[in-house]
C-alpha cells in the first residue's frame, strides 16, 4: 500500500471554494496554504483514529490531491509498528481499515463533486 493517495486530474474552474465548502461539511479543518500554494486539510488529531490529511494543489487546470491517514507514535507502538506512519486511503487489507475508510467515502464525495471517479 502506497503512503498516500494522489489523483491528478483537470478542471475548468477554480476549485478552491467546492473544496472549502466540501471540507466544512466533511469535518476537514483548514490547515493553510504551503509557499507552493497546495491547500491543507486534515479530519481530527490522530488521538482516537490516525489523523485524516488532504492536500489540494491547483495549477491552471491542473490539479494535484493526496489525501492519507497519519498514524501515531503510540498507535504505532501498540501494533508493534505493523501500521506504517502514513498510508494512503485505498480499500484492501486490515491495517487502519476505518480511517481509511472514513477518509476514502469523504474524499470519493469531493471527487464525485469535481466529476472525477472514486477511489477504488
Known sequence: MAARTVRDFQVGFD???MVDAWAGS??????????DGTRNYQRGNGILTGA?????LQTGAGVHLEAWIHSTFVARI????LIPADMGIE???I???LPRSMAR????????????PPIA
Open 15 to 17: 476549485i478552491t471554494p
Open 26 to 35: 466533511n469535518h476537514y479543518g483548514f490547515r493553510g496554504v504551503s509557499a
Open 52 to 56: 485524516m490529511p488532504l492536500t489540494v
Open 78 to 81: 501498540s501494533a508493534l509498528f
Open 91 to 93: 480499500s484492501g487489507g
Open 95 to 97: 491495517r487502519g481499515a
Open 105 to 116: 467515502n469523504a474524499v470519493n464525495r469531493l471527487l464525485s463533486e469535481l466529476g472525477q
